[in-house]
């Protein structure tokens, strides 16, 4: 898996990563650019080890249409960088982006554990994955980052605007009935419409969606 641009890094200053989330903001295509035809999904996330020392990043590699696993795959890398709120993604990024490079197809759209474009500076750990692979990437958050929202209907499928002044950043999402509903938005090349009809598309009667259901899963394990 080759990168496009610099993904950018954790130098020590907080306003210098700041920085480079500007910019790389910036090359966020938020209208949609997928393949004709959306064969390969891969779910993302991440989970720390030894008290935070480690980073372990799990992949899993899904076909679309049956959404059986068919590949997975674990990093585990030092922790470049501390907790800092609004900057998880340049902690999140290495590991990620170590473990997307072990699947054995590149795919097609990417769901991350985590914000798209629901970010102060419209960085989310799945924006910044996008942008640096170029691949089309979806953002499923379990709490809110940004924005304001009406709580959506209680039953499943149920969906509110997430709003930042006039600016829709995504869909609040209630994808289990009586669940606490998740927040999802378009990471790169990806519209907040898309990004909820793919949610809506791969659940499988559990709060998350299968890919980052998965991938979920396995970056909380510790035996693989």
Same mark, same amino acid.
């Given at each position: 898996?080759?990168?496009?641009?610099?993904?950018?890094?954790w130098?020590?200053?907080?306003?210098?990563?700041?920085?480079?989330?500007?910019?790389?903001?910036?090359?966020?295509?938020?209208?949609?650019?997928?393949?004709?035809?959306v064969?390969?999904?891969?779910? *993302?996330?991440?989970?720390?080890?030894?008290?935070g020392?480690?980073?372990?990043?799990?992949?899993?590699?899904?076909?679309?249409?049956?959404?059986?696993?068919?590949?997975?795959?674990?990093?585990?890398?030092?922790?470049?960088?501390?907790y800092?709120?609004?900057? #998880?993604?340049?902690?999140?990024?290495?590991?990620?982006?170590?473990?997307?490079?072990?699947?054995?197809?590149?795919p097609?759209?990417?769901?991350?554990?985590?914000?798209?474009?629901?970010?102060?500076?419209? #960085?989310?750990?799945?924006?910044?994955?996008?942008?640096?692979?170029?691949?089309?990437?979806?953002?499923?958050?379990?709490?809110? #980052?940004?924005?304001?929202?009406?709580?959506?209907?209680?039953?499943?499928?149920?969906?509110?605007?997430?709003?930042?002044?006039?600016?829709?950043?995504?869909?609040? *999402?209630?994808?289990?009935?009586?669940?606490?509903?998740?927040?999802?938005?378009?990471?790169?090349?990806?519209?907040?419409?898309?990004?909820?009809?793919?949610?809506?598309?791969?659940?499988?009667?559990?709060?998350?969606?299968?890919?980052?259901?998965?991938?979920?899963?396995?970056a909380?394990?510790?035996?693989?």
């Amino acid at each position: 898996m080759n990168t496009v641009i610099d993904p950018g890094r954790w130098e020590g200053s907080v306003a210098a990563a700041r920085g480079q989330q500007l910019a790389l903001a910036a090359r966020v295509e938020r209208q949609d650019r997928l393949p004709r035809s959306v064969r390969w999904l891969a779910g *993302l996330d991440v989970g720390f080890e030894d008290n935070g020392a480690t980073t372990r990043a799990a992949a899993v590699l899904l076909d679309a249409r049956t959404l059986q696993p068919l590949a997975q795959e674990v990093a585990r890398i030092p922790t470049v960088m501390p907790y800092i709120p609004g900057l #998880l993604s340049f902690r999140e990024l290495p590991a990620l982006l170590a473990a997307l490079a072990r699947l054995p197809r590149t795919p097609d759209l990417v769901f991350v554990d985590g914000h798209g474009i629901s970010h102060p500076r419209r #960085l989310g750990v799945a924006a910044h994955l996008g942008v640096v692979t170029d691949l089309p990437s979806i953002g499923v958050a379990k709490s809110r #980052l940004v924005g304001r929202f009406v709580e959506p209907g209680a039953d499943a499928g149920a969906c509110t605007p997430l709003l930042d002044g006039n600016e829709q950043l995504g869909w609040v *999402l209630r994808s289990k009935l009586r669940c606490k509903p998740l927040f999802v938005a378009g990471g790169h090349r990806v519209s907040a419409d898309t990004a909820r009809d793919w949610v809506l598309r791969t659940l499988r009667g559990y709060r998350l969606p299968e890919p980052t259901r998965l991938a979920d899963r396995l970056a909380s394990r510790r035996d693989g």
